[in-house]
């Protein structure tokens, strides 16, 4: 039995991780959470109610001298991951760590280095490669059912920023100095890990970045960026200032192509056109099992003493992409990326 802490108690933990460790059987007969750590005392009381049994704290340090721990799940903002993974990484204690890495490059780096030093399993919440649509995505494009991917085009609407629990800081995401960054962090970091996942890193990388709707955001709410390959090109437009919540992927291949709008995903190619039925990835409903795989995925790891530093790096590109991404915005021009 794994003995783990969840640090951070915020939506993310509430309505993802908890549910997971708690809704999935196999999950539960690995691991218990024995301990929580959170700096608001309204987020530790609300967590009381679904582990009682579990010891609170308000400081990390406290957390590691008086629990004996196996991992930690880093479930708070992204300035407060590298104090926290340094910590850990110096007791060798494993970590499951949200997204982004950091807030930014250098911190990351210091990140990386930490975990380098350290005997310890490294798994970042890269949850969306376990949904339906992306792995079904992922086996298309490995097995070239559409040839070889020319165009890529990945789109995410929403209306506002999501807020965080009133217990603490509800608009702790559009706050520069907690977040890192607006949409491009918080959403656009999903899918530089995924392009990762399908197409290896870009050459380049260019990206726009605007506050088109909500002025008195403190950070961007809408990012388009261009990741540039030897042979394809790969567009991720996102905002927070649509009138409507929307997903939709258009990937366009040499032969054929691969098209979600939300509900189904429509393979196209010489066969034909197959309309594959799925669930819609805007669903957090959804991120549940997305999770309960990601957690079983660390699990193995764990069980098997894998240290190796694959996703590790993959983390670490999303954050250098992120960075790229916010210096071409601001110096207007494409940058390399290897």
């Known amino acids: 039995m794994l003995r783990g802490a969840v640090i951070g108690l915020g939506n993310i933990a509430m309505r993802g991780h908890f549910p997971a460790y708690l809704g999935d059987e196999a999950l539960r007969s690995v691991t218990q959470i024995v301990a929580v750590m959170d700096i608001s005392e309204g987020n530790r009381a609300h967590v009381g109610k679904i582990l009682p049994a579990a010891r609170f704290y308000s400081d990390i340090h406290a957390l590691l001298e008086n629990e004996e721990l196996d991992f930690v799940d880093i479930c708070s ?5 590298l104090e926290y993974i340094r910590a850990c990484s110096s007791k060798n204690i494993h970590v499951i760590c949200e997204k982004p890495l950091t807030e930014n490059l250098p911190t990351s780096t210091d990140v990386v280095n930490a975990v380098a030093n350290s005997s310890i399993v490294f798994v970042p919440c890269h949850q969306y490669k376990y949904s339906p649509l992306w792995k079904c995505i992922f086996e298309k494009l490995q097995a070239r059912d559409i040839g070889r991917a020319t165009l890529a085009q990945f789109n995410v609407f929403r209306l506002q920023a999501d807020t965080g629990t009133g217990a603490w800081n509800p608009s702790w995401r559009i706050n520069k100095q907690q977040s890192g960054g607006g949409i491009l962090v918080d959403t656009g970091a999903h899918y530089f890990y995924l392009a990762q996942y399908f ?3 870009p050459v380049k990388v260019s990206a726009i970045l ?3 709707k909500h002025q008195e955001y403190g950070v961007e709410d809408t990012a388009v960026c261009t990741l540039e390959y030897d042979r394809m090109l790969m567009q991720v437009n996102l ?6 919540r929307a997903n939709s992927v258009s990937i366009v291949g040499t032969e054929g192509s691969l098209l979600y709008d939300g509900s189904k995903l429509l393979l196209s190619n010489a066969n034909g056109t197959r309309d594959i039925p799925m669930p819609d990835v805007s ?3 959804q991120y549940v099992q997305w999770y309960v795989s990601l957690f079983k995925e660390f699990v193995r790891r764990v069980g098997a003493k894998d240290y190796s530093h694959d996703l590790l790096n993959e ?3 999303v954050t250098k992409l992120l960075d790229l991404c916010y210096q071409s915005s601001a110096e207007q ?3 390399p990326c290897r």
């Open 283 to 285: 669903d957090k409903q």
């Open 210 to 212: 605007r506050n088109l």
């Open 333 to 335: 021009t494409v940058l």
């Open 77 to 81: 903002p992204p300035t407060t991951h």
């Open 239 to 244: 905002t927070w200032a649509a009138a409507q």
């Open 315 to 317: 983390a670490f590109q």
């Open 199 to 201: 197409f290896g890193m």
